[in-house]
């Protein structure tokens, strides 16, 4: 099982700054990697797909780099709406992974 | 467009088996997704249960394995979740979801809460 973790658990920002997300694999995901938001009482939404590509209609100041074991998400300028939890997922191999998470929380 | 929903009892009893439906409307005929399970334990993260390929082929997480069975009933547009021998650690909210061939799981329903108590 490929064990994929995530930092930091929880992160403070002030609305307009920038967050950078960390993801880590147990190994090669290769560019198999999603990251999904997750705000409380919804589904996740999926944010990224193959580490880099935003899913249809997703901001443009959303971005994701990495490949192999080392992955990034970057909310380039934050907005309210983006508070909430974020998970990476791997999908180069079964069974199918996330990890932990990261709270992204007003500072 | 694409909507998933969740369907099933809200309590079930521990040693009993949950079931859960899930019915896929304005799907298209693609025949190159995996349809999925996930849960979300409370206060805790999400985690994948099993797949079905539209071929019937399916995948389990291995410590659950045992006591998952996924299904599709495609003359339905429904694929389906039992699992057996419950306890309270299967109390979440659980989601199915669908996931393209080498892509992220883009189509999610809104989820069903499901509490394992007697």
Redesign the interface.
């Known amino acids: ?1 490929i064990v994929m973790t995530q930092s930091p658990a929880t992160l403070s920002v002030s609305p307009g700054e920038r967050a950078t997300l960390s993801c880590r694999a147990s190994q090669s995901v290769s560019s ?1 990697l ?3 938001q ?1 705000k409380p009482g ?5 944010l ?3 580490a880099s590509t935003r ?2 209609g997703i901001p443009a100041r959303f971005s994701g780099s990495g490949s192999g074991t080392e992955f990034t998400l970057t909310i380039s300028s934050l907005q309210s709406e983006d508070f909430a939890v974020y ?1 990476c ?1 791997q ?1 180069h191999s ?8 990261t709270k992204v929380e007003i500072e | 467009q694409l909507q998933l929903q969740e369907s099933g009892p809200g309590l079930v009893k521990p040693s009993e088996t949950l079931s859960l439906t899930c019915t896929v409307s304005g799907a298209s005929s693609s025949s190159n997704y995996y349809w999925v399970w996930i849960r979300q334990p409370p206060g805790k993260g999400l985690e994948w249960i099993g797949s079905i390929s539209y071929s019937g082929s399916t995948y389990y997480n291995p410590p659950l394995k045992s006591r998952v069975t996924v299904s599709a009933d495609t003359s339905k547009n429904q694929f389906s979740l039992k699992l057996t021998s419950v306890t309270a650690a299967d109390t979440a909210v659980y989601y199915c979801a669908r996931r393209p061939f080498y892509y992220g799981l883009d189509v999610w329903g809104q989820g069903t809460t499901v509490t394992v108590s007697s």
Not at chain 1, 42 to 46: C, F, K
Not at chain 1, 94 to 101: E, I, R
């Open positions: 099982e198999y999603a990251w999904y997750h919804q589904a996740p939404r999926l990224i797909s193959g899913a249809t998970y997922q999908f079964w069974p199918l992974t996330f990890g932990g998470g």
